[in-house]
């Protein structure tokens, strides 16, 4: 099954960081405050950042000095898989 036929279709899982409950979501609505998305409720530690010909993978806290440099959020278009965005 895929797309609208498939029961998880256009569902995400989201966590509270307080309290690492999680649950379904319409992928459509706004998530709550204090709510994440993803069933782990991990804090995200690492990003992708890049310049428009090289790409890294970073720690956040190196972030705003890759972007001082010139680099951008997310990834190259080339790096991804057809069909798909940063």
């Not at 379904?24 to 890049?50: A, L, M, Q, S, Y």
Request: aromatic share 10%; glycine share 12%; proline share 2%.
């Amino acid at each position: 099954m895929s797309g609208d036929g498939n029961s998880q279709y256009g569902k995400i899982w989201i966590s509270n960081t307080l309290t690492k409950e999680f649950k379904r979501f319409n992928i459509k609505d706004t998530i709550p405050e204090g709510w994440v998305r993803g069933k782990k409720g991990h804090v995200v530690t690492k990003c992708w950042v890049n310049n428009g010909t090289t790409e890294n993978y970073i720690l956040i806290d190196k972030k705003q000095s890759y972007l001082e440099k010139g680099f951008r959020n997310g990834r190259l278009k080339s790096s991804m898989p057809k069909g798909k965005t940063a």
